[in-house]
Each structure stands twice: as C-alpha cells, then as structure tokens.
C-alpha cells in the first residue's frame, strides 16, 4: 500500500446520529484517474473533504500523496491540487494575474513561475487573453484555467469535484483530454462526477451510495457485471411506458434512457411476451424490443437501487 498515491481504510465520518460516510476503503495507483460516482447524498463530497484535509474522520485511517490524513494533514494540503465545480478563480482578475496570485499562493519558486504561467497560457489555450479580465472568459476557458492554476505546484494527486458543471459537451472532451495528459505525466487524478459518459474515461469507478462503496473497478467489468438480461424497447410515448411496465411480473427494474426505455428483467426470453402485452394493454404501440448491453448508467442505476436506493433530498 506504500506505493499507493491514496489509501483509506475503514474511513468513517458522522455528524451526530447521521453517518456520511461509513467504512469505506479503496487505493489509488499513481498516475490512476480515478472516478468517484453516486447520487446526492451519497458521501463523496464528504469523502473528498477527508482527503484533502479539510475535514477530519471520525475513525479509520488514510494517506494521501505518502502523508497520513490525521497526523499529517498541512502536509497533505501542499501536496495535493483542489478544483471544484465553483472553479475558485478571481472574475475582477486577469488570466496572468489569477496564474501569479495561485503562484504565489501554492509557493511555486520565484524562479520557476514564468516558466509555470507559460505552461498554464499554452495548456489552457489562453496566451493570446493572458490581459482579459477572467470574468470576460467562457465557461470551457475558465475551466481550462482553473485547472492550471489548480496544478501550478506540480502536486502530485489531484482532486476534481464535478469539475465539468454546466460545461458543453465539447468543452468536456477537452477538458478530459487533458486531464490524461496530466495521469500521463504520473499525476494521480480523483474526479467525481455526475455525468456517465465521463465515468467512462475513467481508469476506474468507485460507486457510492448511502455513504458505502457498493462497487469498484473498470468501467468495463462493472457493465459486464449487470446482474440481470437488459432489454430496450421502443414506442411512441416512452414515459407512459415506463409506467405501463412498473410492476410486470419478471420486470427488476425500468427507466428512460434517452427517448427508447430500458427495462431490466429476469428473462429475456419471457419478457418477449410479457412487455408487448402490457404496453397493448395500455394501448402503446411497440416499435422494437431487443436486448442491449447495459450502459454504466443501467449499471449505476441497478446497483444503487439493489444498496436501498438513493437518500431523498
């Protein structure tokens, strides 16, 4: 485990009665992107804070960057880089002067930082608006900033939570672009998320939910490890549908995916009777009923709903 970039073991953390997050344990190779997946409620913010010592655990133990999270945590925080979905930056700054100011901030050496901002101007694309008040910037350039100025330092673990918030699609590719650029530079990325295809970029996924880990590897083995037959089907009004197969004999679980619903059952080949009969009986049209492969969202949704479902806001 000492050549881990991140270890915990049994790390807990509760607030009075309320357990947020309740034994978890995991590493994190160096050089590993690292996903972090659950819905509201489920720990990972709670986590996050742990690990970048802005929050103490309750008990268990863990390590980050080699330093432990109780005894050592000053020492954590200037090994690491912070970027959160807020992107922490300065509106009334400019590019260059939010570079010098992070510069300054993470003790990047005097004589390195030019080298440093020029690194972050050409990474973010940004050489030519170096003198643009930040708040003038779009969202996909403030990202790009943010995380520059977020690994001034070189640190060598990164923590990104839901650092793609209200960022379009294309911006996001980017953004992931670069950050395994940086893994393969030997940065180890830890990333929450809330959208799946990004959870596909991943090296690996840990899922949460009511402050567990009820799930950890590839993106691959994850989906191959669906439990049960998926089946999408197509008709006209797929949230009528949804409702129409609630309740079926042998249907687990069915949702919206896209505009085609999917439903997970407990036999394809009964379900092939059985979901055209309640969707006529309902007086919905089939247009197609096949079995797919199940996407990590099918799997995330499955496994959440099979660990008590998802905490009520």
């Not at 807020?86 to 390195?112: H, K, Q, W």
């Not at 959208?195 to 590897?217: K, P, Q, S, V, W």
């Amino acid at each position: 485990m000492s050549g881990a970039a991140v270890t915990v073991e049994r790390l807990t953390r509760r607030f009075g009665a309320f357990t947020a997050v309740d034994g978890i344990s995991f590493e994190v190779a160096r050089g590993e992107v690292f996903g972090f997946l659950g819905p509201n409620g489920a720990g990972k913010t709670t986590t996050i804070k742990m690990l970048t010592g802005l929050l103490q655990p309750t008990s268990g133990r863990g390590t980050v960057a080699g330093f432990d999270l109780a005894r050592e945590t000053e020492s954590v925080k200037r090994n690491i880089g912070y970027m959160s979905q807020m992107f922490s930056l300065y509106g009334d700054l400019t590019v260059e002067e939010n570079i010098a100011f992070f510069a300054g901030l993470y003790g990047v050496p005097r004589a390195r930082r030019a080298e440093r901002r020029d690194w972050v101007l050409e990474m973010a694309g940004l050489r030519d608006h170096r003198g643009r008040l930040t708040q003038e910037l779009s969202l996909g350039w403030k990202q790009r900033l943010a995380l520059g100025t977020a690994v001034l330092h070189e640190p060598p673990v990164l923590f990104l939570d839901e650092p793609t918030s209200g960022v379009d699609p294309i911006s996001r590719r980017d953004f992931w672009d670069l950050i395994h650029a940086l893994a393969g530079r030997g940065t180890t990325v830890f990333v929450s998320t809330h959208y799946m295809e990004e959870a596909e970029y991943c090296h690996r996924l840990a899922l949460m939910n009511r402050g567990r880990i009820i799930a950890l590897d590839r993106p691959a083995v994850l989906r191959a490890a669906m439990p049960a037959p998926l089946i999408e089907i197509a008709t006209d009004d797929s949230p009528k549908a949804v409702e129409a197969l609630r309740g079926v004999e042998g249907v687990m679980e069915v949702g919206l995916f896209g505009r085609a619903v999917h439903a997970m059952v407990r036999d394809a080949e009964a379900a092939r009777g059985a979901l055209p009969r309640a969707l006529a009986a309902h007086g919905l049209a089939l247009h197609g009923l096949q079995v797919v492969e199940p996407s990590l969202e099918d799997v995330f949704v499955a496994l959440v709903q099979a660990s008590g479902g998802a905490l009520a806001d």
